[in-house]
């Protein structure tokens, strides 16, 4: 008999609900919330409203894509955190009262979990085996993770301040982009010159990331280059973000390196949206033999916020009979 599980994601701003039969995707949906490109970031309040107005269609469309009728669900897993509460509270509160209603088990899944597990979907490509390095680089976290099996992990490093993600995202909103500004940044660093400004690398001991230094000394730079050239930015967007960019992937590639080095383990596994900068990718392959390491990068639509990588998340636990009282309230603080 075949398992399928329902997965539903609700930690921030995109709504996610996906199907998976025995591991593999039949759907995977994801409602982006627009109303928060105004603000220039997410407004928590907002983004509740906006997942409980998203929830019963995009939950309706994800099973009526995988061709399947909701009675034949398994299990339902839902993301119980880290992440928003007032945002978690929707997707949980829906997730139960589903699996109540169906009579099936609920599987609680840790949202930082499912972005280093999303290796594991059929369709995501070659698979990394255990121990491995796991870095979760997203909007909200930076985490530098020892992943001996499926849910036997140990937090080793993490920014002590601002998360990577979210250093795209202010430092564009200092070059007026739109947020969030990541991928925009990526975008144009491709028609920029990487050295042409130098920003100073934080001091942090040990594997821990500050981001808030770089941050600052960028919004300095700008400020000061735009009161002398009222144009600066607009005329120099591309080398701005290449050389941005440029720096916060050698600060995070620098301590990768360094966990590499003191765990002896080889594999390197990302997770998380910024996982498919470009700027990163690139550098982390080229290194590859140099520094005598593997790297493994999810599948674009699995890099960002997807409901797909709960509901991995919720088959591994289905096949421990790993199930969650619905008692368990979300979490916006949740290590695993
Ligand atoms: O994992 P995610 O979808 O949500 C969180 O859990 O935070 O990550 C969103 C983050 C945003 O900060 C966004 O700017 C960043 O991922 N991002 C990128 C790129 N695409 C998305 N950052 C750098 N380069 C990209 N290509
Ligand atoms: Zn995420």
Redesign the pocket.
Known sequence: MPTYILGIES??D?TSASVLCDGKVLSNLVANQEIHKSYGGVVPELASRAHQQNIIPVVNQAISKANIDKNQLNAIAYTRGP?LLGSLLVGSSFSKSLSIGLDIPLIEVN?MQA?LLAHFIDDCGSKPSFPFIGVTI????TQIVIVKDYFDMELIGETLDD????T??KC?KMMGLNY????I??KNSKLGDPLKYKFTKPKVGGLNYSFSGLKTAFLRFVEKETKLNPNFIQQEINNLCASL?YTIVEILYEKVILSIKQTDISSVVFG???S???G?ITKFKKNESVEDYVSYFPKFEY???NAAMIAMVGYLKFNNKDFSSIEKGAKARYLF
């Not at 997203?138 to 976290?141: A, D, V």
């Not at 969030?180 to 991928?183: D, W």
């Open positions: 930690s921030c995109d992440g949202h972005h997203s909007g909200g976290h998360a990577i993600g979210e795209f995202d564009g969030p500004a990541g991928a940044i990526d960019q998380g949206g910024v498919c900068n470009s990163i890099t960002t916020d």
